[in-house]
């Protein structure tokens, strides 16, 4: 299994920016892709990204579309996801997952067996 370990959130301003890194350890990634997940107080944990290991196709969900953008940096091992013009809305505890999968890209958590610990954004209006 992949470990997974997130950094990179905190507070900002609407109309803001953050990174978030994922970096990841114990296998190869060639055969996998990578997500980022995210969970507002109260509501279940959403799709935000995700970006497939080899050939870094990528998906998004429709409200993050234009301001997001999820890559990876392979010497590292390492999967980011850049976030711009941040919403109150956007706020929510963000995680980083992998899955291997073959073909294509998956939004299904099902699809991820590995998950990180979780980090906090915070979007203040």
């Known amino acids: 299994q992949v470990q997974l370990a997130e950094s990179g959130g905190g507070l900002v301003q609407a109309g803001g920016s953050l990174r978030l890194s994922c970096a990841a350890s114990?296998?190869?990634?060639?055969?996998?892709?990578m997500g980022w997940f995210r969970q507002a107080p109260g509501k279940e944990r959403e799709f935000v990204a995700a970006?497939?290991?080899?050939?870094?196709?990528?998906d998004y969900v429709d409200s993050v579309k234009g301001r997001f953008t999820i890559s990876r940096d392979n010497a590292k091992n390492t999967v980011y996801l850049q976030m711009s013009s941040l919403k109150p809305d956007d706020t929510a505890v963000y995680y980083c997952a992998a899955g291997q999968r073959l073909y294509g890209i998956s939004r299904r958590r099902a699809d991820f067996e590995s998950w990180g610990q979780g980090t906090q954004v915070t979007v203040s209006s």
């Open positions: 114990g296998r190869a990634l060639t055969s996998y892709i």
């Open positions: 970006i497939k290991w080899r050939g870094g196709s990528t």
